[in-house]
């Protein structure tokens, strides 16, 4: 396998790193490091320049009952549980409102696997 600056030097050319290339640059460590995040600063930079663009995002939580239950998120309840809501059309729609009024532009429903 190739050294770090041979890697640094095909990529600026355009090569695209095979895995154990990438895992290579991900385990580098020292003063390589800064030349590897200087490379990629620049294919960034290449690829998309200096502008910077985002959105104003909510989630909007709709139930935390889950018969799932698999602690994945880490937020799923029984229906029993202390915590446990389902909130109704007219419930989200407020939260909806809500997120409007604060200028979001991107609202993500989230929910548990409800039963």
């Known amino acids: 396998m190739a050294d770090i600056a041979t890697l640094i030097s095909d990529v600026l050319e355009g090569h695209r790193l095979t895995e154990p290339e990438a895992t290579l640059l991900m385990k580098t460590k020292g003063r390589d490091t800064l030349a590897i995040l200087n490379v990629a600063d620049e294919m960034r930079e290449r690829r998309v320049g200096d502008v910077v663009t985002y959105v104003r995002n909510q989630n909007l939580h709709v139930t935390n009952i889950c018969k799932n239950l698999c602690g994945f998120c880490g937020f799923g309840r029984k ?28 609202i993500c429903l989230l929910s548990g696997v409800h039963p």
């Open 79 to 106: 229906a029993t549980d202390e915590g446990a809501y389902c909130h109704d059309k007219a419930g989200i729609q407020a939260q909806a409102k809500l997120a409007y009024e604060r200028n979001v532009t991107e």
